[in-house]
Each structure stands twice: as C-alpha cells, then as structure tokens.
T-cell receptor, first 113, second 111 residues
Framework: GESVGLHLPTLSVQEGDNSIINCAYS??????FIWYKQESGKGPQFIID?????DKRQGQRVTVLLNKTVKHLSLQIAATQPGDSAVYFC????????????FGTGTSLTVIP | EPEVTQTPSHQVTQMGQEVILRCVPI?????FYWYRQILGQKVEFLVS????????KSEIFDDQFSVERPDGSNFTLKIRSTKLEDSAMYFC?????????FGSGTRLTVV
C-alpha cells in the first residue's frame, strides 16, 4: 500500500528562525504533493503544492523542495511566527490513485516566542 | 474566500444509531470528498464523488457508509448503525480537480 511518513513527529523553533519539516513517500509514481497545516480543532489548510516535474516551489515565506531520487520532500518556513504553530502534513497523489490523497502522520511545530 | 461548510461541528450519537454529516462544498467545484481523522492519527481517505457518483472509495468505506448529493449544494455522508470505532473527525473537501479545500470538520462521538 501507500506509505507517506514524516521523519520527526515534533519540532520546536524560536520565533524568527527558519523551520524545516520533512516528509518521505514510497510511491515512485507520485506526481503531485501538497503540504497542509492543521490547527487544533480545524480542518487541513492548503499551504503549498508541487508537481513532480519541479524540484522547488516558493510561496509567501514557504518553500517546498522535492527530491524524487530519494522520494523526499520538505517544507521550509522562513522567519517562523507563533501563528505557524500547528501540525503539518504532507499529502501525495498519483495518476494511478485517482484523486485520492495519502496523508502523512503529521509533524507538530511549536514556535517559542 | 470561498469555504467548505460542514454541519454539525460536533455530533454525539449512541452506538447503533444512524448519523448524517452534512457538507456544502464550494459552489463551482466538481469533485467532492470525505476524509476522516481518528484522534491522534493521520487523515484517511474515505470516498470521492464526481458527476453524481462515487469515483473512488477506500477499504474503510464499507456498506455502513453512503454518500449523496441530494440537491445542487449539499453533499452528505451517512453512517448506518454507528460503532464506537467510528468516533473521529470527518472532513469534507471539494476541488476543481487538484488541490482540495477542506471544511472544518464534524467531530463524531459514538457512545
């Protein structure tokens, strides 16, 4: 079956520092990836996505890096703020799984003021 | 910004009862989904719905579950004869074809 997992279950960073959250996936056919943020009591919130024909994509304060060779992606958050404290999930899908996304277990990011 | 709306936010039901979870997807979206998240666990796919029929479903989505789009705006998940292990957050999502927009979820507690 599919396997999408996160290297670290928790991450604590000082406010203003950069955060890096990692994710590994096992399906080499995965061609679309999304990072979601989930705050307590809320649904997953889209942060940034990337297709397999790219290795880097930047948004506002966030960058996603994709390494297809080792089936790894990361989310970098610049100048982390207290409002960034949440659980972050990577999710992947591939053409052979239709529109179904497979989610990782999540990394809990805590920003220390 | 358009939102996916779910009601109720919290539902408590007795084991064996039927529940209906309701969702109003974003109006111009064509694809609809239900996911669930058991407390402390990952978000799991249940079912996808397109063109008024189920397009995919997971092993979790057995005969106990059904989905319906009864009118042009609502998308419902029905769970017949609920079990204790059905207690979870249930998220509805919709999309135009790629990235999803999730609702805030319904917390279902089966007692």
């Amino acid at each position: 079956g599919e396997s999408v997992g996160l290297h670290l279950p928790t991450l604590s960073v000082q406010e203003g520092d950069n955060s890096i959250i990692n994710c590994a996936y096992s399906n080499s056919a995965s061609d679309y990836f999304i990072w979601y943020k989930q705050e307590s009591g809320k649904g997953p919130q889209f942060i940034i996505d990337i297709r397999s024909n790219m290795d880097k994509r930047q948004g506002q304060r966030v960058t996603v890096l994709l390494n297809k060779t080792v089936k790894h992606l990361s989310l970098q958050i610049a100048a982390t703020q207290p409002g960034d404290s949440a659980v972050y999930f990577c999710a992947e899908t591939s053409s052979n799984t239709g529109n179904q996304f497979y989610f990782g277990t999540g990394t809990s990011l805590t920003v220390i003021p | 910004e358009p939102e996916v709306t779910q009601t109720p936010s919290h539902q408590v039901t007795q084991m064996g009862q039927e529940v209906i979870l309701r969702c109003v997807p974003i109006s111009n979206h064509l694809y609809f989904y239900w996911y669930r998240q058991i407390l402390g666990q990952k978000v799991e796919f249940l079912v996808s719905f397109y063109n008024n029929e189920i397009s995919e479903k997971s092993e979790i989505f057995d005969d106990q579950f059904s989905v319906e789009r009864p009118d042009g705006s609502n998308f419902t998940l029905k769970i017949r004869s609920t079990k204790l292990e059905d207690s979870a957050m249930y998220f509805c999502a919709s999309s135009e074809g790629e990235g999803y927009t999730f609702g805030s979820g319904t917390r279902l507690t089966v007692v």
